[in-house]
């Protein structure tokens, strides 16, 4: 894999590092981090795509790249936060989760050809465990650069927005992949991470997954986050079978640099909203 370079580099020209808090979101689609100061104002959003199809080995490297030049992660905060946003996960009720079948329970959904570290979140607004895995060389590479950073999954992180009455679809659209999230009346139904290669991949997964849960697209809102302009033609072709969309907005309680509202919310709104589930 070649480096890549940050698609997003914004920064704040004076950033108390000392007394702010630095947030990451690290996983196959790519590498962002966000900075908090004190003054609940966000200071700095950094966003490193990833290519489609790398193995994990990859992955790992170029995170060690990044790890080993990005200035961002080289200063001294006062927290630090990881994300993962590792795909292989599952949601298990509390009455079912025997953390000596975790392994099994996961080979059965993803197959058992990649190794790693099992961890698991207890999401008590749901009563669910969730269980997911994380390749062992990505979790070295942290433990080296952020030793001390809180680590969780963002996908534990995401299920505990309010849950609006009625049906509703959130997503989070990356550069290869896309997160989506299903609430039915008012209820956490699932959430995943599809790989895609075509705009027609995307419609695929969110109709697929209402049709899984037996909703229909047109009862659904959907919210949009990350990677997707209202003028592509990858919006348009959602918007065919979702007419009621909401490009989400900048997370309330929270100033921005200048430099950060001169591009659309939705762009970075899921990586600031880390920061309310802290």
């Not at 199809?53 to 080289?74: M, Q, R, V």
């Not at 969730?130 to 995401?158: D, M």
């Amino acid at each position: 894999m070649q480096h890549v370079n940050p698609s997003f580099n914004i920064q704040a020209t004076e950033i108390d590092f000392e007394k702010a808090q630095l947030f990451i979101e690290a996983g196959p689609m790519g590498f962002s981090l966000v900075v908090l100061g004190t003054d609940k104002c966000f200071k700095a959003v950094v966003i490193y795509p990833f290519s489609a199809g790398a193995s994990e080995t990859e992955i790992a490297e170029e995170l060690k790249k990044i790890c080993s030049s990005e200035n961002l992660l080289k200063k001294q905060y006062s927290r630090s936060h990881i994300f993962w946003a590792f795909a292989e996960s599952i949601l298990v009720p509390a009455e079912l989760m025997n953390a000596d079948r975790n392994l099994n329970m996961l080979n059965l959904v993803f197959g058992d050809a990649k190794l790693g570290i099992i961890h698991s979140d207890f999401l008590y607004r749901h009563n669910l465990h969730h269980v997911y895995r994380l390749p062992e060389a990505v979790i070295e590479i942290f433990s080296s650069a952020l030793p001390v950073a809180t680590q969780t999954h963002v996908f534990s992180a995401l299920v505990n927005v309010d849950m609006p009455e009625g049906n509703h679809l959130f997503a989070v659209f990356y550069s290869n992949s896309l997160t989506i999230m299903l609430c039915k009346e008012g209820k956490l139904q699932v959430i995943q991470n599809f790989m895609y290669t075509h705009t027609d991949d995307c419609v695929f997964h969110l109709l697929n997954v209402c049709k899984g849960f037996e909703v229909k697209p047109d009862s659904v809102v959907l919210h949009i986050n990350g990677m997707i302009d209202e003028q592509s033609g990858l919006y348009d072709s959602v918007y065919k079978y979702f007419l009621n969309t909401a490009f989400d907005e900048f997370p309330e309680g929270y100033l921005y640099d200048d430099e950060i509202k001169n591009h659309p919310p939705h762009f970075f709104s899921h990586l600031f909203a880390l920061a309310s589930c802290v």
